[in-house]
């Protein structure tokens, strides 16, 4: 029946839909963490060329580009990103980009996240500082100084709007590009650049009370799936036995 692969696909697609908001709220007190939201399409079926039924279907999980709240840390290597924008982590050889700038020194002065990965600067090489680094300054445009004077630029690397849908996760907070996605390096002359901010870390962009809602109404819309599929299948066996009984 048709109306089955109706229901089947706006059940499939809700399913979708309440995954992708559950790991969202999973993730509320992530730092750095981008949502992911749902692109829905329609598909109408046309046999002999007439519309006869409407199927609800997803056409990607895209990675919400809103900016989170910067909260204050006080802590000089933590760094908040505004703007579109990711930092660059060396994770196994793999690059990774991410918007979580909570960063320390290791023993041998490599700034690395709190993994222990290298991050990155403006060429993509690791950032080291000398010993007994003091006076740490991380300026606007990811130019870091210290007591010795300009040490390297914090590397600040943009994806354009369709590269960003190429992006596939790499853990809470982290990316890693697809397809030929390809990373640009920002420039920060241009108007509208990406801002770094110094003793901040960027908050998760997840709205609680939002995805509450929303897993609510995408539950309820599940049930009612399920419930509709229910009594199509009892009405088609009904019709089955009334059919064999005639015969």
């Known amino acids: 029946m048709q109306e089955l692969a109706v229901l089947a696909s706006r059940t499939l697609t809700t399913q979708r839909q309440f995954a992708a908001i559950a790991d969202n709220v999973a993730n509320v007190n992530t730092h750095g963490f981008r949502k992911l939201e749902m692109n829905f399409r329609e598909v109408i079926s046309r046999p002999g060329g007439k519309p006869t039924a409407s199927y609800v279907a997803d056409r990607a999980l895209l990675i919400s580009q809103a900016d989170g709240v910067h909260e204050s840390t006080g802590n000089p290597l933590d760094v908040a990103l505004s703007g579109n924008g990711f930092f660059a982590i060396n994770v196994n050889g793999i690059t990774q980009y991410t918007r979580r700038g909570q960063f320390a020194l290791a023993n041998d002065g490599t ?3 709190p993994e222990g990965n290298p991050v990155l600067d403006n060429a993509g090489a690791p950032i080291q500082f000398p010993a007994e680094t003091r006076n740490i300054k991380i300026a606007a445009d990811g130019t870091i100084g210290t007591e010795q ?3 390297a630029r914090l590397g600040v690397f943009q994806f354009s709007p369709e590269d960003q849908k190429l992006l596939q996760r790499a853990g809470a907070s982290a990316f890693i590009p697809q ?5 640009v390096p920002a420039d920060f002359a241009v108007p ?6 110094q003793g901040y870390l960027e908050a998760s962009n997840v709205n609680a009370v939002q995805e509450m809602v929303d897993m609510e109404t995408v539950s309820r819309a599940y049930q009612q799936s399920l419930t509709m599929a229910r009594s199509l299948e ?6 089955i036995r009334n059919l064999s009984g005639n015969n």
Do not use: D, S
């Not at 009892?234 to 019709?239: G, K, V």
């Open 179 to 183: 397809l030929g996605a390809t990373a």
């Open 192 to 197: 509208g650049a990406p801002q770094l901010r």
């Open 234 to 239: 009892e009405l088609e066996q009904r019709a």
């Open 149 to 151: 004077g300009q040490l």
């Open 111 to 113: 700034l690395v996240t």
